[in-house]
């Protein structure tokens, strides 16, 4: 059973552009959710993607944006880049909300913004 | 608002020794709790999870007990190796229904475990 797939793994923006972030969930999993991973801030949650609704999102500026499809594959955009913006995103999958249901993550993508 | 706090790292300890990272949290309600870790380079793994009270959850020798009356889930193993070295995370989820089903995670504690 495949993992859960993020693309691209590593990737360099400049200041001032956008990026979009690709993320393959397990197969039948539903729940989609992202975070955003730095040195400073640790581990902090951007959005939570259920069945193509957005039903929770993290404390980022508006220029952090996402989808879910309806093959339950999900993308996240962030326009506009800072150098701020450099992180790893994880993106993470279960197959529903149930508290107790693990969550599996991706490897990861590495953004790094010049 | 629900938090997780865990002991502050780096850890380094020689192989076979006794391993502790403490992990306390602040929530609403019961939530789940887990520890992921991580190795260098690459993304979080589940190491073990407990969904109740008094539930011990355990894998690979690693083992931790959901405590709620101290809101405790301390991570312990009783003899750790090099390849044991990584980032270690603790991290609660709140029941269904609470609105909110995000992770929450304390700061990774770093592990170096030397030969």
């Known amino acids: 059973k495949a993992g859960v797939t993020q693309t691209p793994r590593y990737l360099i923006k400049t200041r001032g552009q956008q990026v979009t972030l690709s993320c393959s969930p397990i197969?039948?999993?539903?729940?989609v959710s992202w975070y955003q991973q730095t040195p400073g801030q640790g581990l902090q949650f951007l959005f939570e993607?259920?069945?193509?609704?957005?039903?929770n999102k993290g404390n980022f500026p508006g220029r952090f944006s996402g989808r879910q499809f309806s093959n339950s594959r999900s993308e996240m955009n962030v326009s506009t880049l800072e150098l701020g913006d450099s992180a790893l995103y994880l993106c993470?999958?279960?197959?529903?909300?149930?508290?107790?249901?693990?969550?599996?993550f991706g490897e990861g993508s590495w953004l790094t913004v010049v | 608002g629900n938090s997780v706090t865990q002991m502050e790292g780096p850890v380094t300890l020689s192989e076979e020794a006794f391993l502790t990272i403490n992990c306390t949290y602040t929530?609403?309600?019961?939530?789940?709790l887990f520890w992921y870790v991580q190795y260098p380079g690459e993304g979080l793994q589940l190491l073990l999870k407990?969904?109740?009270?008094?539930d011990k959850g355990s894998n690979k020798g690693f083992e931790a007990t959901y405590r709620k009356e101290t809101t405790s889930f301390h991570l312990e193993k009783g003899s750790v190796q090099v390849s044991d070295s990584a980032v270690y995370f603790c991290?609660?989820?709140?029941?269904?229904?609470?609105?909110?089903?995000?992770?929450?995670f304390g700061k990774g504690t770093k592990l170096s475990v030397i030969p």
């Open positions: 993470a999958s279960s197959s529903d909300l149930s508290s107790g249901n693990t969550i599996y």
């Open positions: 197969s039948g999993h539903r729940s």
């Open positions: 993607y259920f069945s193509e609704t957005q039903r």
């Open positions: 929530a609403t309600g019961y939530p789940s």
């Open positions: 407990a969904t109740k009270a008094d």
């Open positions: 991290a609660l989820r709140l029941p269904k229904g609470a609105g909110s089903y995000q992770l929450t």
